[in-house]
């Protein structure tokens, strides 16, 4: 009998999601409800490990038969480190959210976040046709590192970018070259004129955080306004663009569409994120 090393002895194909802690991720119900829909023998788990154990955890997978894995907080840079391979976007920010053990023994990490980013615009406003001359994003931290290299791969002119810690805002800056210029964080809402899609990737504005204090203004009235928080799926900014009559577009689309080249690679469907889905991960709980 002959079975691949990435099936669990029930044939079940298994993948999961490291982080530390990892309770609170939302990939289970993601990946989960695909399983259910394309009545697929897999199963997805939680692998909560420590930043000292993630070498041992991530070279071994082939030896625990997982096909791959998701990776979110605080391994996304830790993981790049130890890849035999990564793909453009994962080598661009020095970050890999999906792993990928092939039977060959190499680990193949790629970067999905800027891939979920740009789908959920897709998806969540079809009828939007920037020129792509300037987006504005908020934060520095991971999220706005994917965002803003998916923007450039996407073919916007310029990016600005505004953090409360500038320097950080910088170093993206440095990395991506002059198509991205920084603005100071007092300089934000102001920072708006003229921008076609302001996409908020600080945690301001999520259930437990700080609002986001900005003026929306100065936004053209074609522009799109897009937040990576989705808890609460309404945000204050995306309340406030809809108010102004701006198009929106909220954050779970994101976190559904990033899972799906994982999902296609382990699981062997190409899925589809739906309204179905939307509900499910929503209405989940820990
Ligand atoms: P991620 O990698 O998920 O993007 P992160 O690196 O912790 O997470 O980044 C969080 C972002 O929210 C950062 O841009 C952070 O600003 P700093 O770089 O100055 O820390 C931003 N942020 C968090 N709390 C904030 C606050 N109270 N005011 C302004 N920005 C805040």
Not at 43 to 66: H, K, M, N, T, W
Not at 97 to 115: A, C, E, H, Y
Not at 211 to 237: F, H, Q
Request: glycine content about 10%; proline content about 4%; aromatic content about 6%.
């Amino acid at each position: 009998m002959s079975s691949s090393v990435n099936e669990s002895p029930g044939g079940k194909i298994l993948a999961g999601v490291v982080g530390w802690p990892v309770k609170h991720s939302r990939s289970p119900d993601v990946h989960g409800y695909w399983l259910g829909e394309y009545n697929i023998a897999g199963q997805y788990d939680r692998f909560e490990v420590a930043p000292d154990a993630l070498a041992e955890f991530l070279l071994s997978l082939g030896d625990r038969g997982i096909a791959g894995v998701n990776v979110t907080l605080p391994h996304k840079e830790a993981t790049f480190e130890l890849m035999d391979q990564v793909d453009e976007l994962a080598g661009k920010i020095a970050a890999v959210n999906t792993v990928t053990w092939r039977d060959n023994g190499i680990l193949l990490g790629t970067n999905t976040d800027g891939f979920g980013f740009l789908e959920n615009l897709r998806h969540g406003a079809p009828g939007w046709r920037p020129r792509k001359s300037l987006a504005t994003v908020l934060g520095a931290g991971g999220a706005a590192r994917a965002v803003t290299a998916a923007l450039l791969s996407d073919g916007w002119d310029q990016v600005r970018i505004s953090n409360r810690t500038r320097s950080r805002a910088e170093q993206i800056a440095d990395m991506m070259g002059k198509s991205v210029s920084v603005i100071d964080w007092a300089e934000r809402s102001q920072g708006l004129a003229e921008a076609e899609l302001l996409v908020n990737t600080t945690s301001l504005g999520m259930t437990g955080s700080a609002a986001l204090d900005i003026v929306l203004d100065d936004l053209p009235a074609k522009a799109l306004v897009n937040d990576i928080v989705y808890v609460p799926l309404r945000t204050e900014l995306l309340m406030a663009a809809e108010k102004r009559g701006l198009e929106i577009v909220d954050g779970l689309g994101m976190l559904l569409h990033q899972a799906r080249p994982g999902f296609k690679t382990w699981f062997g469907v190409d899925p589809e994120v739906t309204a179905a889905q939307r509900k499910y991960v929503l209405d989940a709980k820990d």
